[in-house]
């Protein structure tokens, strides 16, 4: 269980900064929607977990935060990216795309032996 | 880097919640008010709207729950709840918290301060530069161990030696040195010391400079480095009185240095002359102790075979002396000696002192978890794991056990210093025994040990039934049944085999003392006075200036009112045996290069027999008239006659001491005296001769230092100032030193076996009291669990007397069990302590019938009162109870 939750925490942490980037300072609940959307139904996952994995991001220095008021009005907490949290973003998009493109690989039918 | 900064925010973050909790409220309301609303543009009702965002967000107590795992340190929090929660409990039940505290501190207080005696005497490195390589070095040969060296062994050392840096060799002074000019003569105590002495040491004086190479050399003029006490105390702190002289047994000395005030080596020295050696005629005499630093590399081993061989080649240029090697001992090894002994063993004792005090207080965490047994059933009903529990448990205990080491230190703190102040010169390096570093660690660590072992058995057992029985079981507190009657019983079995194994120790070393303090010295001590004399060299160059200094002395203070004799001795009983000696009987000389039996050999006054009241067996004993022309005649003692002239009559028979010298002076033997104890009361009698000391081959060099031994009509006290004054009156530059009564040399000279046997007492009591109260606990508790079933028995028609008799026999059966473990592991332990015993063996039946008796008669004493109680319980009231 904790293996798979481990798993969800890395790669949700990379959704959540690539969706600041592309997206510019947003709270948790525009985040949240942002992810389920770019993945579509594959991520049917509890809004509830983003916080934790916000407020570990934030405490390692990728992201800051502070309130400001929504587009309808209301106050909310605005995530944004850091310095530090761009790096981690390239780094960890690379590492990402390494991985893919070995499992690709790996997983490719039949090229060796063609 | 990433993770530490991470880290440092969660424990920063286990502060100032409530503002953290209000933010977080906000923004999951904010959260939910945002999807609520999306929810209701895109046309649900308002009810569908605000379940879905409900539902999609996961439950906001779970959320905020997760969120605070990351937001703070999830054990480090519940640690502080667990805390929080133990604390209430134990101020809840002050009794049981008090008890349970000062048990342990107790037990961690005695075992921290023994060892911290243990540290400074054994553990702690000597505070010298690189004190593992200093050693000692000793001759050894036939019927010697560990011999000290003349100069000749010292010097051919000190010239052809490769293995050491530097070697060194010292005297101490018994004595020490009569300063003069400055006040009142004085005796300074003092170590005379070769030039390389603090070279091998490592330590550089504070002030001025350590001695030179050619200041060790004879005839080049004296020097002397002082302790920093001396230079405060007789040069007034004063930096320009290095340079200058001060006079020591009538010789001037240039003071060159001032050594550190935190040195010291061996005990209260103050001086450190030079000594200067000259080349010496013959081996003998062995005064001198020899200390070296090895050369890096070069193992004890090597130097002592290194050693041998000059020991060897120093033979070659004196055959006619013994055939001796070299022996290296580590110093530290050395100072420690016998102290490692006992002090392990009082160490074994007090560690188990700390086991009942262990094992108390675990007894008391299972009686009070046995009517905890309800709370910990609702506790795990309401969702609390077994592993929680235990935590719980445990950190109640952990809080007593570091509640009960802070207050154990306090107590060591204090009994260190008690120690101290009992035993001077008990216990070498006694400076360096503090409560450190190394000291406060161990006592948190036992302070730890304790927590988890007390601990654990109650917790594992509290929490291991199942939660519907103990919530169903009685409406009083849930009875722990009969496996924890066992356990409990176990308990305190232990606890007394443990207390049995205390005591017998403690009562083997009682009766050793009392053994060692009814010895018979051979004398009689009562109403003696003695003091040290020490006669400058260069006034009293001369034997006649001696001997006519010592008769005119005797004379003043012989005629003085409560003076009843006086008389003059080198050695002094009970345990000051300063010079042994070959002897040689004429007609009967051994083989040549066989080593000659050496005896006690003693120079004394002619009244020395009357002043002590030792007896006279046969012949007769000196009087003035062997003085001039001197007779040459001495005394031996019974075992002397009985051991070297089993078969002919000893007076009448002539003999020569020291190096046999066929063109010497044959002393003849007058008269045979009792023995007399001279190297400590529990030691076998020793062969001893006297001889006048007017008459002795040593006059005047040793007959300089005497001890003066005077027999007085009344307290011993008032007649010092007579012999000061006496002596002053001879002579104004003669400090009067070491003045004791000889009882008070008795009762110094058992001061070792005095103090194990305090120490293993008083840990004695503390394991019979704690064993005391460990078996009244649990016969209290026992009938208080059982008044339900009394009551019944009582009303069903049982005696009263009988169930006394039921809950005394429990309680007794218990002790007699424990007391039959701690008999045969105490048959087997007090092996260990034969050394430190006299006059008693370490199975003594006595002993072993007398702790039994008392640890029987404690426990049914302290079972007494339950057992009490429980006969008057009226049935009527414990059925109703229920």
Redesign the interface.
């Known amino acids: 269980m904790g293996d798979k939750k481990d798993v969800w925490q890395g790669t949700l942490a990379l959704m959540v900064l690539k969706t600041l980037q592309a997206l510019g300072p947003l709270h948790g609940y525009g985040i949240a929607r942002r992810i389920e959307q770019t993945s579509g139904d594959l991520l049917a996952v509890n809004y509830g977990t983003l916080y934790p994995a916000l407020l570990k991001l934030e405490q390692e220095g990728y992201i800051s935060s502070e309130w400001g008021t929504s587009d309808t009005n209301r106050k909310a907490k605005y995530y944004k990216l850091t310095r530090a949290g761009r790096k981690q973003l390239e780094k960890e998009a690379r590492e990402w795309e390494q991985t893919t493109e070995i499992l690709a690989r790996f997983l490719a039918p039949g090229k060796e032996s063609a | 880097m ?2 530490l ?2 880290w440092l ?2 424990l920063g973050n286990l502060f100032r919640k409530s503002r953290r909790e209000r ?1 977080l409220a ?3 309301e ?2 939910l ?3 609520i ?2 929810n209701l543009r895109s046309g649900m009702t308002p009810g569908e709207a605000r379940r879905q965002a409900f539902i ?4 906001v107590e ?2 905020k729950e ?2 605070r ?3 703070g340190l999830p054990l480090i929090e519940t640690f502080l709840q667990d805390m929080h929660y133990s604390c209430r409990m134990l101020v809840k039940s002050p009794g049981f918290t008090t008890i349970a505290v000062l048990t342990l501190a107790l037990g961690i207080g005695a075992n921290t301060a023994i060892f911290s005696v243990v540290n400074g005497v054994m553990l702690k490195p000597l505070p010298y530069r690189q004190p593992d390589r200093l050693v000692s070095l000793f001759l050894h040969g036939q019927g010697l161990d560990r011999g000290s060296m003349g100069e000749a062994d010292f010097l051919a050392l000190d010239e052809r030696q490769h293995v050491f840096e530097h070697v060194a060799a010292f005297s101490p002074s018994s004595i020490g040195f009569t300063l003069t000019g400055l006040g009142s003569p004085q005796m300074i105590p003092g170590t005379s010391v070769t030039s390389d002495f603090f070279s091998v040491l490592g330590i550089q004086p504070v002030l001025g400079r350590a001695f030179l190479p050619e200041e060790g050399k004879p005839g080049v003029s004296l020097s002397v480095i002082v302790s920093h006490r001396f230079w405060e105390q007789f040069l007034h702190a004063d930096p320009a009185a290095v340079g200058s002289s001060i006079k020591l047994d009538g010789k001037s000395y240039t003071v060159i240095g001032v050594l550190p005030l935190d040195f010291h080596f061996g005990s209260h020295n103050e001086l450190w002359p030079i000594l200067q050696l000259r080349p010496a005629k013959q081996r003998p005499p062995y005064w001198l102790l020899t200390m070296g630093r090895l050369k890096p590399g070069i193992s004890e081993t090597r130097a002592a075979a290194d050693a041998s061989l000059i020991a060897r080649q120093v033979r070659e240029q004196f055959p006619l002396s013994d055939d001796m090697s070299t022996i290296v001992v580590l110093t530290k090894d050395l100072i420690a000696g016998d102290a490692s002994e006992a002090l392990l063993i009082l160490l074994g004792a007090v560690g188990f002192v700390l086991l009942i005090a262990v094992v108390n207080v675990a007894n008391l965490q299972l009686s009070r978890s046995g009517s905890r047994m309800r709370e910990f059933a609702i506790r795990s009903a309401l969702g609390a794991g077994r592993r929680r529990l235990i935590c719980q448990l445990l950190t109640e205990s952990l809080i007593l056990a570091a509640l009960g080491g802070v207050l154990g230190l306090a107590i060591a703190y204090g009994s260190v210093r008690a120690i101290l102040a009992l035993s001077p010169d008990v216990l070498p390096r006694m400076e360096e025994i503090t409560v450190d570093g190394r000291v406060l660690g161990l006592t948190a660590l036992i302070a730890i040990m304790t927590g988890i072992l007390f601990g654990f058995v109650p917790a594992l057992r509290s929490t291991d039934s199942p939660v519907g029985q103990s919530l169903k079981e009685g409406s009083r507190a849930a009875t722990s049944g009969r496996s924890a009657r066992r356990l409990h019983g176990a308990l305190v079995v232990a606890e007394f085999a443990l207390a049995l194994v205390v005591l017998t120790g403690a009562g083997l070393l009682i009766r050793t003392l009392s053994q060692l303090e009814s010895v018979n010295p051979g004398f009689n001590s009562s109403h003696i006075m003695t003091a040290l004399l020490s006669l400058p060299p260069e006034r009293y160059a001369k034997a006649p200036q001696v001997i006519s200094f010592y008769e005119m002395l005797f004379e003043r203070v012989k005629n003085s009112p409560g003076v009843e004799a006086v008389s003059i001795t080198m050695s002094l009983p009970p345990n000051l045996l300063e010079l042994t000696n070959p002897f040689h009987i004429q007609g009967k000389l051994g083989a040549p290069g066989q080593p000659a039996p050496a005896v006690a050999e003693i120079p004394v006054g002619t009244d020395y027999f009357a002043t002590l009241g030792i007896p006279l067996f046969r012949g007769r004993l000196f009087s003035d008239a062997d003085r001039s022309p001197a007779t040459h005649v001495l005394v031996i003692n019974e075992d002397m006659a009985r051991r070297y002239f089993p078969d002919h009559e000893p007076v009448g028979t002539r003999v020569q001491t020291g190096e046999y010298n066929p063109k010497g002076d044959w002393y003849t033997i007058v008269g045979v005296v009792g023995n007399v104890k001279y190297k400590g009361l529990g030691e076998k009698d020793q062969p001893t001769m006297y001889v006048p000391y007017f008459d002795s081959g040593w006059c005047p060099w040793f007959a300089r230092e005497m001890y003066v031994v005077l027999r007085s009509a009344s307290a011993p006290e008032k007649v010092v100032s007579i012999l000061q004054s006496a002596a002053w009156s001879l002579d104004n530059q003669l400090p009067l030193g070491h003045v004791r009564t000889m009882d008070q040399l008795m009762y110094d000279s058992v001061a070792g076996s005095r103090f194990r046997a305090v120490l293993f007492c008083i840990f004695a009591a503390l394991a019979l009291v704690l064993a005391m109260i460990g078996i009244y606990g649990v016969m209290a508790y026992a009938v208080s669990q059982r008044t339900h079933e009394i009551g019944i028995r009582v009303a069903l028609g049982a005696q009263r007397k009988n169930i006394l008799r039921t809950i005394l026999r429990e309680g007794a059966s218990l002790a007699v069990l424990g007391v039959a473990i701690g008999t045969a592991s105490a048959l087997v332990l007090s092996r260990t302590l034969a050394g430190l015993l006299f006059g008693v063996r370490g199975t003594d039946l006595g002993t072993f019938v007398t702790v039994a008796a008392l640890l029987l008669g404690v426990a049914l004493a302290a079972c007494y009162i339950p057992a009490r109680r429980a006969m008057r319980v009226d049935p009527m009231v414990a059925l109703r109870y229920e």
């Open positions: 990433r993770q900064q991470a925010l969660r933010e906000a923004e999951i904010s959260h008010q945002m999807h609303e999306d999609k967000l996961g439950g779970q959320t997760e969120y795992a990351q937001r």
